[in-house]
């Protein structure tokens, strides 16, 4: 009896998940690259040794992933030595990940194969920060991946992680539940009018 129990409840929730994801649009092309201040106002990148963070998407075999670049920029407005903090199931496996649409799975909180390479970047907002500014998101950073041990795709996912770190820096945040690249095209919107 427990066991037809068990199963009519991950049936269940198996077609609820289904239905959710059926609800969703599929991803755009590629979005502009979009460089703001801390106010969300528009700005160049430019300025040599330029601190940043960036919110991210990216395609993936399934609906993409969701997390946060940042470090300092070139002259040229290059990357130099970009940190990746991200939160994924913590083995390359699919079992994992598919399990952990319907219980927490152990997650990995830095870079995903993908991330910095440009073809597979959906969305991103640059966010150009002082000294400061990056000295007071960074610890908030490493904090949160400290103490991120599980990745539950319908109750803490990759757009919740992100989502922690733009609201620590004070900015609004989407639903969870939107796919990547939706998720942050509406952070951005959201925060820079």
């Known amino acids: 009896m427990g066991m037809m129990l068990a199963k009519s409840h991950l049936s269940l929730m198996l077609l609820f998940g289904l239905a959710l994801t059926s609800c969703q649009t599929?991803?755009?092309?590629p979005q502009p690259r979009f460089v703001s201040d801390t106010s969300g106002?528009?700005?160049?990148?430019?300025?040599?040794n330029q601190y940043f963070i960036e919110f991210r998407s990216r395609y993936a075999l399934?609906?993409?992933?969701?997390?946060?670049?940042?470090?300092?920029?070139?002259?040229?407005?290059?990357?130099?030595n970009p940190e990746v903090a991200g939160l994924a199931p913590a083995s390359p496996?699919?079992?994992p990940y598919v399990m952990g649409h319907f219980i927490p799975v152990p997650a990995s909180t830095g870079a995903t194969d993908g991330d910095l390479e440009?073809?597979?970047?959906?969305?991103?907002?640059?966010?150009?920060?002082?000294?400061?500014?990056?000295?007071?998101v960074v610890p908030h950073?490493?904090?949160?991946?400290?103490?991120?041990?599980?990745?539950?795709?319908?109750?803490?996912?990759?757009?919740?992680?992100?989502?922690?770190?733009?609201q620590?820096?004070?900015?609004?945040?989407?639903?969870?539940?939107?796919?990547?690249?939706q998720f942050i095209t509406k952070?951005?919107?959201?925060?820079t009018g």
């Open 26 to 29: 599929d991803d755009k092309p």
């Open 41 to 48: 106002t528009p700005v160049k990148a430019n300025a040599a």
């Open 62 to 80: 399934t609906y993409g992933h969701t997390y946060a670049v940042f470090g300092r920029l070139d002259n040229g407005g290059g990357m130099i």
């Open 93 to 95: 496996d699919a079992a």
């Open 118 to 136: 440009e073809q597979y970047r959906s969305a991103s907002w640059r966010v150009l920060l002082t000294e400061a500014e990056y000295n007071k």
């Open 141 to 166: 950073i490493r904090a949160l991946q400290a103490k991120s041990k599980f990745w539950e795709a319908s109750v803490y996912n990759c757009n919740a992680f992100v989502g922690d770190i733009a």
């Open 168 to 181: 620590s820096m004070g900015y609004k945040t989407p639903s969870i539940w939107l796919r990547p690249q």
């Open 187 to 191: 952070l951005r919107e959201m925060n």
